[in-house]
């Protein structure tokens, strides 16, 4: 089964702002393991998109219904399943990639349902991470990566760099991407696998030759 997530409590999360500005105007949008459905409810406002989200949190199922939001309650690739080829314009998979259990195959699925992919997640490659591990010799945390080693529901943690080459081998496009330090700020990507707390990429499938 793939994991969505994890705790019933959401607040405004920094990568939201950014994916939004990924998405163009009257977009058909899915965002799997969609929360309270917050962001679609945003694109729906602010951008006129078609909305539909997965969710497998049954409060979080509730919270969205409530905001107006269309959600399928279940696990991100059954729900998928439902979908034919090319069926929205976007999907979004944000901080969640690191919780499935098959990261590859969602990966793959996202850009069969969708023309393009928009995933955040937290950089494992973070030198305070590494550092953390280094001196501590116990699985990091901080406000990237809260959770107890034995409380955790991310079990497919990756950097920058992992990503990159798992699109390298999916033969995959990155047609944007953007990391935030733990500050908030953007960087540039020479130092993002080591300064960057949160990366996004937008990403889609290489045009057949």
């Known amino acids: 089964m793939t994991t969505n997530s994890h705790h019933p409590r959401q607040r405004r999360r920094p990568d939201h702002e950014l994916i939004a500005a990924f998405v163009p105007e009257g977009s058909r949008v899915l965002d799997l393991g969609c929360g309270d459905g917050q962001l679609l409810s945003d694109l729906a406002a602010h951008k006129n998109c078609v909305i539909r989200g997965i969710e497998i949190n049954e409060l979080y199922v509730r919270e969205a219904i409530h905001n107006g939001v269309p959600v399928y ?103 944007h991407e953007v990391f935030l330090s733990p500050q908030g700020t953007r960087l540039h990507a020479w130092v993002a696998n080591w300064l960057a707390g949160l990366a996004i990429f937008e990403v889609t499938r290489k045009p057949s030759e």
């Open 73 to 175: 309650h279940g696990d991100m690739l059954e729900g998928m399943g439902f979908y034919r080829d090319g069926s929205f314009d976007v999907v979004v998979l944000s901080q969640t990639l690191q919780q499935t259990l098959h990261p590859q195959q969602v990966l793959k699925e996202m850009l069969r349902v969708g023309d393009n992919a928009i995933i955040s997640f937290p950089n494992f490659g973070l030198l305070k991470t590494r550092l953390q591990l280094l001196l501590s010799g116990k699985m990091p945390r901080h406000e990237f990566l809260p959770y107890t080693w034995y409380d955790t529901p991310n079990v497919h943690l990756c950097t920058i760099t992992d990503f990159r080459e798992l699109c390298m081998m999916d033969d995959l496009l990155i047609r």
